[in-house]
């Protein structure tokens, strides 16, 4: 008989007990006598049955299942935060279910109710954007436990665990200041993305701190991905007046960014410089070499589900937390304070 195929009912068969009796022996009861246990843990033996997992949370009330929920898998950012997110959930004896929401929000309620559907023990959560709220406050209302990874929203309360937005867009701006250039452009998603909206306060911080009135124009929102990137370059050099350096929210952006550079004929780091938040391995082996604010992604990943797990196990009790990890500041070419 083929392992895949055995059924709890024929193990009963051949042990000469109910379904029942079994099920018991397999989720560890105390009501079976040891002889009885014997033939039933024989049988299972002899047939190779293997329990179904799911099955045995449900009776438990436990699935021993997580889910982490992002809005572009596809980002290598968030690549590295479902690496450590899995990580951590393995070696804890959970499963991570992995969702894909595509920055889309209705696809983000869609998933959302297929994990409590799932029943889940708890949720890893990057929300799409403060619009988020009504999905988190569903999840709060089947008291699943949740955290917040890389962003959060406004009246929303949950652990969360983000980077330095404002520190780090504040610390790459001023870099570009040192560097001599007044007029920098940053190209940047809506402010209704937490970590879009406290980048944007550290830009305006930088350069008000150095004296520097900011102009709306050199501010150009568009969506977090290469497209957008290279839609925001082309409107600030088509400004009368275009900018001498360019920040952009992440790595992705850089890179579309980068590539409008080039179609207008100019060279980055030369006619235009360019700073970015997060890294890209392979890009970064890559002429210019994006100078970046790096985040510990795979660590946000990990703490992340770390956070989660203390709630989700009961060993996290009283207010939620938030923790904020640093970044690492990577100087290379594209800002031009490299030469070789």
């Known amino acids: 008989m083929i392992p ?11 042990s000469g007990v109910s379904s029942m009796t079994v099920s018991r022996v397999i989720n560890g009861s105390e009501r079976v006598r040891p002889a009885t246990r014997q033939r039933v843990e024989r049988a299972i033996e002899e ?12 009776i438990r009330q436990k699935t021993g299942t997580l889910a982490l929920i992002v809005p572009d898998v596809a980002n290598p950012f968030f690549t590295l935060v479902v690496r450590g997110a899995e990580d951590v959930a393995r070696r804890a004896g959970y499963r991570m279910l992995l969702c894909d929401t595509r920055a889309d929000l209705d696809l983000e309620r869609e998933v959302i109710e297929e994990m409590i559907a799932h029943r889940v023990e708890g949720m890893a959560i990057a929300p799409v954007s403060d619009r988020s709220r009504a999905h988190l406050r569903r999840v709060a209302a089947f008291g699943v436990p949740f955290v917040l990874i ?5 009246g929303v309360q949950a652990d969360a665990i983000v980077g330095d937005n404002v520190g780090g867009a504040r610390e790459l701006v001023e870099h570009l200041l040192r560097l001599g250039h007044r007029r920098i452009g940053f190209v940047v998603e809506s402010d209704d993305v937490s970590t879009a909206r406290d980048r944007r306060v550290g830009y305006l911080e930088a350069l008000r ?4 009135e900011p102009d709306e124009r050199l501010v150009v929102r568009t969506s977090a991905d290469a497209d957008g990137g290279r839609a925001g370059m082309q409107a600030l050099l088509a400004l009368d007046e275009r900018p001498t350096a360019v920040f952009t929210v992440n790595n992705l952006v850089a890179l579309g960014a980068i590539e409008a550079a080039r179609s207008a004929a100019l060279d980055v780091p030369d006619d235009v410089a360019l700073v970015c938040f997060d890294d890209i391995e392979y890009a970064s082996r890559l002429y210019p070499f994006l100078t970046v604010m790096a985040q510990p992604a795979e660590t946000l990943g990990s703490l992340g589900t770390e956070l989660l797990l203390q709630r989700v196990e009961g060993r996290a009790a009283g207010d939620h937390r938030l923790v904020v990890l640093p970044a690492q500041f990577k100087v290379r070419k594209s800002c031009g304070a490299v030469t070789a």
């Open 4 to 14: 895949s195929t055995v059924t709890i009912k024929d193990v009963a068969e051949r």
């Open 47 to 58: 047939l190779g049955y293997v329990p179904s997992r799911l099955a045995r949370g449900l």
């Open 150 to 154: 890389d962003r959060t929203i406004p």
């Open 209 to 212: 701190r150095a004296g520097i």
